[in-house]
């Protein structure tokens, strides 16, 4: 037997054996790895940039042959007719007003001031009629007792003066009576003057010549006497109409004290100087007899009046229709036309500067339209009915010629020259080359 051992011939590996590992306590347990920041910072930007690639690639313009085109701005050439306008500035004003103005009293002690106690709120439309206006009166009705008591006091002398008369013409009266009898006496007595002496009977002649003269004389004076009692009852009676008119002077006037709207409208107050600035008339102030101090204006007859460069004023003609706007409002826009052109022009800003008035009747009505609010009236000199329109920024001119960019259905915009005709601030007419509904590039 041999001292070296065979070898062992190969064998296959032996499977492995699952490993069993026993859990152990979590005392025993590793701690946990800590994770990095920066891989959620990574997923942050990366989902960023995925949504601008796709803001991007949803908001690029179409095109059939991939070509990227810039944001441009177009406009359509529409129909309708193409206008133009030459503006007038001015104020508003109404053609169809009446003043109201304080009263001119007749009274012999009519004051040169007067108080206004109450005044219609300004803005609030009134009727025709109403009260509108009332001015302080108390001295006034004082003053009227007093007057009616002189008419009285002249009324009772006259007929003081009439019983005084009477008692006068009583006894003149009864004294031409006398004389009457001693005329008729003496005529008797000289009737039976035949058997007297030649000196009674010129006595009795005399006592008679006499008897009769003094009657006569009686008689002019009981007539005297009635003529002067007649002027004086004729002075006092005037003197009773004097008072009697004087008192009816007052009275008209404290009537005139309350003021009543002449016609329906709206009541506009006017400006005076007070406290060294010009201010609305109000309650409590005082005005002059004859001074208005108030307009009541009808707000359906407003218009407009304003003055044109006399170099445009041959294109200014009655009827012409207008578009109108008031400053204050903005977004209020009013039809109207010409009604007035001045025929002369007056000076503006100094005289070598002219301007023609002109007047524009508004033909609408609104209740925000009052007096001298300033306005403007862009007055249709030329207009062109059912015309192509297109905007004048989007017109080009080159060599003398019109060109237009038009958009084509491939997106491009193609240039092509067209024929014009009435141009306006905002709108050209274009008399060929286009047809309505293209689109055109704004310049």
């Given at each position: 037997?041999?001292?070296?051992?065979?070898?062992?011939?190969?064998?296959?590996?032996?499977?492995?054996?699952?490993?069993?590992?026993?859990?152990?306590?979590?005392?025993?347990?590793?701690?946990?790895?800590?994770?990095?920041?920066?891989?959620?910072?990574?997923?942050?930007?990366?989902?960023?940039?995925?949504?601008?690639?796709?803001?991007?690639?949803?908001?690029?313009?179409?095109?059939?042959?991939?070509?990227?085109?810039?944001?441009?701005?177009?406009?359509?050439?529409?129909?309708?007719?193409?206008?133009?306008?030459?503006?007038i500035?001015?104020?508003?004003?109404?053609?169809?007003?009446?003043?109201?103005?304080?009263?001119?009293?007749?009274?012999?002690?009519?004051?040169?001031?007067?108080?206004?106690?109450?005044?219609?709120?300004?803005?609030?439309?009134?009727?025709?009629?109403?009260?509108?206006?009332?001015?302080?009166?108390?001295?006034?009705?004082?003053?009227?007792?007093?007057?009616?008591?002189?008419?009285?006091?002249?009324?009772?002398?006259?007929t003081?003066?009439?019983?005084?008369?009477?008692?006068?013409?009583?006894?003149?009266?009864?004294?031409?009576?006398?004389?009457?009898?001693?005329?008729?006496?003496?005529?008797?007595?000289?009737?039976?003057?035949?058997?007297?002496?030649?000196?009674?009977?010129?006595?009795?002649?005399?006592?008679?010549?006499?008897?009769?003269?003094?009657y006569?004389?009686?008689?002019?004076?009981?007539?005297?006497?009635?003529?002067?009692?007649?002027?004086?009852?004729?002075?006092?009676?005037?003197?009773?109409?004097?008072?009697?008119?004087?008192?009816?002077?007052h009275?008209?006037?404290?009537?005139?004290?309350?003021?009543?709207?002449?016609?329906?409208?709206?009541?506009?107050?006017?400006?005076?100087?007070?406290?060294g600035?010009?201010?609305q008339?109000?309650?409590?102030?005082?005005?002059?007899?004859?001074?208005?101090?108030?307009?009541v204006?009808?707000?359906?007859?407003?218009?407009?009046?304003?003055?044109?460069?006399?170099?445009?004023?041959?294109?200014?003609?009655?009827?012409?229709?207008?578009?109108?706007?008031?400053?204050?409002?903005?977004?209020?826009?009013?039809?109207?036309?010409?009604?007035?052109?001045?025929?002369?022009?007056?000076?503006?800003?100094?005289?070598?500067?002219?301007?023609?008035?002109?007047?524009?009747?508004?033909?609408?009505?609104?209740?925000?339209?009052?007096?001298?609010?300033?306005?403007?009236?862009?007055?249709?000199?030329?207009?062109?009915?059912?015309?192509?329109?297109?905007?004048?920024?989007?017109?080009?001119?080159?060599?003398?010629?019109?060109?237009l960019?038009?958009?084509?259905?491939?997106?491009?915009?193609?240039?092509?020259?067209?024929?014009?005709?009435l141009?306006?601030?905002?709108?050209?007419?274009?008399?060929?080359?286009?047809k309505?509904?293209?689109?055109?590039?704004?310049?």
């Amino acid at each position: 037997m041999s001292a070296v051992p065979n070898p062992v011939p190969p064998s296959q590996p032996e499977p492995l054996k699952p490993l069993i590992v026993t859990p152990s306590s979590p005392s025993a347990e590793p701690p946990e790895k800590r994770k990095s920041p920066w891989g959620l910072l990574a997923v942050v930007a990366g989902v960023a940039v995925g949504a601008y690639l796709l803001y991007q690639w949803m908001g690029r313009p179409s095109s059939t042959d991939g070509t990227v085109f810039a944001a441009v701005k177009t406009a359509p050439i529409t129909q309708g007719p193409v206008e133009r306008k030459i503006r007038i500035s001015g104020q508003t004003s109404a053609r169809e007003f009446a003043n109201v103005t304080a009263p001119i009293l007749q009274g012999p002690e009519a004051r040169n001031t007067l108080v206004l106690t109450y005044l219609s709120n300004p803005g609030v439309p009134v009727k025709k009629g109403t009260v509108v206006a009332k001015i302080d009166g108390q001295w006034l009705v004082d003053h009227i007792d007093d007057v009616k008591d002189q008419v009285r006091q002249a009324e009772n002398d006259v007929t003081k003066r009439r019983a005084e008369q009477d008692v006068e013409t009583q006894q003149l009266q009864q004294t031409l009576r006398v004389a009457k009898a001693n005329w008729d006496k003496a005529k008797l007595e000289y009737g039976a003057a035949d058997v007297r002496s030649e000196v009674e009977k010129e006595l009795l002649k005399l006592n008679m010549e006499e008897a009769e003269a003094r009657y006569k004389q009686q008689s002019a004076d009981v007539a005297q006497k009635r003529a002067a009692h007649a002027a004086e009852i004729k002075i006092l009676e005037l003197t009773v109409q004097r008072q009697r008119r004087h008192l009816g002077r007052h009275e008209n006037d404290i009537l005139r004290y309350t003021i009543t709207a002449p016609i329906d409208g709206l009541p506009v107050m006017q400006t005076m100087f007070r406290g060294g600035e010009m201010a609305q008339i109000g309650e409590g102030d005082t005005v002059a007899p004859g001074q208005p101090f108030m307009k009541v204006v009808n707000q359906k007859t407003m218009q407009i009046e304003g003055q044109i460069n006399q170099a445009e004023s041959s294109e200014i003609r009655l009827g012409q229709d207008v578009y109108a706007g008031i400053d204050s409002f903005p977004e209020l826009k009013l039809r109207g036309k010409v009604t007035g052109v001045n025929a002369l022009a007056t000076a503006r800003g100094g005289n070598f500067i002219r301007a023609i008035p002109v007047r524009i009747q508004l033909l609408d009505v609104d209740p925000k339209v009052i007096p001298d609010l300033s306005a403007y009236g862009d007055v249709v000199v030329q207009r062109v009915q059912d015309a192509l329109r297109a905007p004048v920024a989007a017109l080009s001119v080159e060599d003398g010629k019109n060109f237009l960019f038009v958009k084509t259905p491939q997106q491009t915009f193609e240039k092509r020259e067209v024929s014009t005709g009435l141009r306006s601030h905002t709108d050209v007419a274009i008399t060929s080359g286009l047809k309505a509904g293209d689109q055109v590039r704004l310049n």
